[in-house]
């Protein structure tokens, strides 16, 4: 299979910003208990609750206000650099995430692809076999919910295949990559830059405490 140096750029950075994410799940204790028995199904269950909510916030209209959060941000904290590490700085911050982006459709569907990458980097699986994988393309808004039940199964297809001995990783990442480029194509179609809500979303759980104030 021939690989451009654009796609092979793509891979490295998937793959990079894969291992980011699992540090930063790490770091607020998520994985103190990875050896558990059902861990591997607890975090592909936070995938499909990630969807979920992906499919009722978009079924409500509840989209985010990129612009006006920026605006936001801009009039509080004009041409100065925020510094995160002063609490009230980052309140200021926080509380405008929550009001203007928080829990709309566009960042449910980071969630989604910041879980599956975690999920990837976890299991050490290598991202480069997205080049083998041919898109869909969506063809309406009601489609929303057919592609997120078909990014759910794909996680049944992850635990089924990772329970199979003589499973390759190879097709686990397939199965992983599959996923993500169905997030990435959802994304596409409602012309949602994924991108910038994923790094939206990683400053603000970085900002979250432990387990992000919960038990597990």
Not at 82 to 93: L, R
């Amino acid at each position: 299979i021939f690989i451009t140096k654009q796609k092979k750029k793509i891979m490295q950075d998937l793959n990079e910003l894969a291992r980011k994410i699992h540090n930063n799940a790490k770091a607020k204790g998520f994985y103190n208990y990875e050896n558990a028995d059902g861990f591997l199904q607890h975090q592909l269950f936070e995938i499909k609750k990630e969807l979920g909510e992906a499919s009722e916030a978009h079924k409500k209209q509840k989209f985010a206000d990129v612009q006006g959060f920026q605006d936001s941000v801009n009039e509080y904290f004009g041409t100065s650099k925020i510094d995160f590490e002063d609490k009230i700085s980052a309140g200021a911050w926080n509380e405008r995430f929550e009001y203007f982006v928080k829990d709309t459709f566009e960042d449910e569907l980071s969630d989604v692809k910041v879980r599956k990458l975690d999920l990837a980097a976890w299991q050490k699986l290598d991202l480069d076999c997205l080049s083998v994988y041919d898109s869909f393309e969506m063809k309406s808004k009601y489609s929303v919910s057919k592609y997120l039940n078909k990014i759910c199964k794909v996680c049944d297809k992850i635990e089924r295949q990772s329970k199979k001995e003589k499973s390759s990783c190879y097709v686990v990442s397939y199965y992983a990559v599959k996923g993500l480029m169905m997030v990435d194509e959802i994304a596409n179609y409602f012309k949602i830059d994924l991108d910038k809500h994923i790094e939206l979303k990683m400053q603000y759980n970085s900002l979250r405490a432990k387990l992000h104030g919960k038990q597990y």
